[in-house]
Nanobody, 126 residues
């Protein structure tokens, strides 16, 4: 079992930056793949980024690639999402997710993740 708690959301003007954090507890964190998804009102939950348990491989959704960076600190049991050059269309509730290692791992699918946080709101104004 893994418990996830997101923080760092808020309000920012377009072009600004925010860093989200997700603190994990429970299962061995270093043996867990992590991901970020987001959901805007009236839309489906969308893949944002993910990072493998070994930290050597990251994946990004096409809408955030080049602007967002996912990273993890296994010593702190925390995964981060650095969001730069934010746009109004980035406004959403951002969710942290976790899964034990899978092979193959379809990192962009919601169903690949067993554990979810409660979400943190990010609002980008124009």
């Amino acid at each position: 079992q893994v418990q996830l708690a997101e923080s760092g959301g808020g309000w920012v003007q377009a072009g600004g930056s925010l860093r989200l954090s997700c603190a994990a507890s429970g299962r061995s964190f270093s043996d867990t793949a992590m991901g970020w998804f987001r959901q805007a009102p009236g839309k489906e939950r969308e893949f944002v980024a993910s990072i493998k348990w070994s930290s050597d491989t990251t994946y990004y959704g096409s809408s955030v690639k080049g602007r967002f960076t996912i990273s993890r600190d296994n010593a702190k049991n925390t995964v981060y999402l650095q969001m730069n050059s934010l746009k109004p269309e980035d406004t959403a509730v951002y969710y942290c997710a976790a899964t034990p290692p899978r092979n193959p791992w379809y990192f962009f699918r919601r169903t690949e993740y067993e554990y979810w946080g409660q979400g943190t709101q990010v609002t980008v104004s124009s």
